[in-house]
């Protein structure tokens, strides 16, 4: 119909020379093509902060699975505590202990409030260690699940070093699945079976 008005107007449509027909066309789908940018950045900007959200939701399950893991290897292990595989290495309990140690500081860290007071005095009793590790898992999720998207970008210093939130969530998350390897084969190393392989 557009070309046959086109035709029927001698090389003009509704007072348009070519020229200005196919810049007025160009500039029409400019600007439709400007709207559908325009409108799919604010969608773009929500599917990212949902992502943001979906990896503190996974960073928090994470911590939860490596609660039961080494609250399970805790119980099993009980009476193997001072166990290590050689000199110079950490003995079972040195493991459970520093990972207690870790979640408090990655919790202080995340929260905005290190704990500067004095390390608490190691744990041997097999129920007191379950309890702690349960507990500082507690406290981790609870700071993990108190991060803002904008909170995962700001500033920290761990170990010494600066990072963000996130690395630093990332780094001692990654190292306490080291360690979790670790005291599965401290574990299988005395013939006893981590609790979840059962």
């Given amino acids: 119909m557009i070309l046959n008005r086109w035709k029927a107007g001698a090389g003009k449509f509704n007072g348009w020379s070519q020229q200005e027909f196919t810049m007025q066309k160009i500039l029409t ?117 108190g991060l803002s998207d904008n909170d995962l970008q700001t500033p920290v210093k761990l170990f010494g070093r600066d990072m963000t939130k996130q690395a630093a969530l990332m780094l001692l998350l990654a190292d306490q699945h080291e360690h979790l390897g670790q005291s599965i084969a401290y574990a299988r190393s005395n013939g006893v079976v981590p609790p979840w392989a059962k």
């Fill in 29 to 145: 789908q400019y600007g439709v093509f400007a709207l559908a940018i325009a409108l799919m950045a604010p969608l773009a900007q929500a599917q990212a902060q949902g992502q943001a959200a979906g990896l503190q939701a996974a960073w928090g399950k994470d911590a939860g699975t490596l609660s039961d893991k080494f609250a399970g290897l805790a119980r099993v292990m009980s009476g193997k505590y001072d166990w290590k595989p050689g000199q110079g290495v950490r003995s079972v309990g040195d493991v459970f202990n520093l990972i207690v140690k870790e979640n408090g500081m990655l919790a202080g860290v995340l929260s905005g409030t290190p704990n500067t007071g004095a390390q608490p005095a190691a744990i041997s009793d097999a129920e007191k260690m379950q309890e702690a590790l349960k507990a500082s898992y507690v406290n981790l999720q609870k700071a993990i699940a």
